[in-house]
């Protein structure tokens, strides 16, 4: 009897020491079946966003009477194209799919996208490369043809690379790189906040501009018209005193020499169809004007337009300008001696 209490006390710190190891083992195998799962989440990059898939489910998953009201009251506190999936701009987009003939929805994209491509660049600029991302495919999905559109793409891969060969360079450690993170974030929130904010502001003192500074503006516009048709009547008479002396130039030659028509070195203008008045700037009250060179060559026809020149509003300056050298490219003069450069300034008047 003693024997077997004492075989049993032996053998009790050998069990207790058995157990411990195997725990000790299922723990270091649970440990390692965790880590392996966690790897490929914390390796896993979410993808860009396209135009495809920039409006959140949710939003999409709304109809055409929720997406109005929603849009409405985020427009209203200054959320535009910020915070994702709850913002004016995707909820205009999910209701001009499902209503395509809302006019509501159009001009309100319209409106928006000025703000959006300046909240684009900023994300580039504070190195924000996946918000600039998400409001790039907001644009394209509103405008696939947007002219800043292309420059935006490109600006964001060639900083995102020069970013990340930065990063490569610098090796930052976790913790300095997810405050750098964390920084990014606040960052982005505040200066959304900030232009979102102005945006909505500027938009509403367009809107409720007194009427008192109307007659002001139509009388300026007057002005501005009187001005041209003095200019272009002064041209005509030019021309025609010209042609004149051209002609009795002409009659004064021997009989015997055939008369040759003098080339002209004045532009004289054939048709100068006005530029179209951007649909925003025109609701907003936007006014200015655009100074363009151009080239006239010897047909009369115009090429190498630019501009060299605008007084314009800053979210309409590229409008004024896009519409100013488009209606240049429309004109044509009479035919000249040698091809010409000169400059015309294009007014935006209401």
């Known amino acids: ?50 135009a495809a898939s920039v409006v959140s489910a949710s939003v999409n998953a709304m109809d055409p009477d929720q997406l109005r009201s929603e849009a409405s009251k985020a427009y209203g506190e200054n959320r535009l194209y910020a915070p994702a999936g709850n913002n004016a701009m995707e909820y205009y987009l999910a209701l001009r799919d499902k209503a395509p003939a809302d006019a509501g929805a159009s001009s309100a994209l319209t409106d928006l996208l000025p703000m959006t491509v300046i909240a684009t660049e900023q994300g580039i600029a504070r190195e924000d490369y996946a918000e600039a991302k998400r409001l790039s495919a907001l644009i394209e999905k509103a405008d696939a043809q947007h002219p800043a559109l292309a ?3 490109t600006a964001i891969t060639s900083s995102e690379t020069a970013a990340l060969q930065r990063a490569e360079n610098q090796k930052l450690t976790a913790e300095e790189e997810a405050k750098r993170q964390a920084d990014l974030l606040k960052q982005r929130e505040e200066d959304q906040r900030k232009q979102q904010e102005q945006a909505r502001q500027q ?9 008192a500074t109307q007659p002001a503006a139509q009388s300026a516009a007057a002005a501005a018209e009187a001005e041209r048709q003095r200019v272009a009547e002064a041209e005509r008479q030019r021309a025609a005193a010209a042609e004149q002396q051209r002609q009795a130039a002409a009659a004064a030659q021997p009989a015997a020499q055939p008369a040759r028509p003098a080339a002209s070195s004045e532009l004289r203008a054939i048709a100068q169809p006005g530029p179209r008045y951007p649909q925003a700037a025109q609701r907003a009250g936007a006014t200015g004007t655009v100074q363009v060179e151009f080239t006239v060559a010897s047909d009369g026809s115009v090429g190498n337009v630019r501009v060299v020149g605008s007084d314009a509003p800053r979210q309409y300056q590229r409008e004024f300008e896009r519409e100013a050298t488009a209606a240049v490219k429309r004109w044509r003069f009479q035919p000249v001696a040698e091809a010409t450069t000169t400059r015309r300034t294009i007014s935006f008047q209401q």
């Not at 725990?23 to 490929?40: E, S, V």
């Not at 938009?203 to 009427?211: E, F, H, K, L, V």
């Open 1 to 50: 009897m003693s024997a077997m209490k004492n075989l049993r006390r032996g053998l009790a710190p050998l069990a207790l020491a058995v157990a411990i190891t195997c725990a000790l083992g299922a723990c270091k195998k649970d440990a390692a079946t965790d880590a392996d799962a966690a790897a490929p989440a914390a390796g896993q990059v979410a993808p860009a966003p396209t």
């Open 151 to 153: 420059r935006l793409k």
């Open 203 to 211: 938009a509403a003192s367009a809107a409720t501009q007194p009427a």
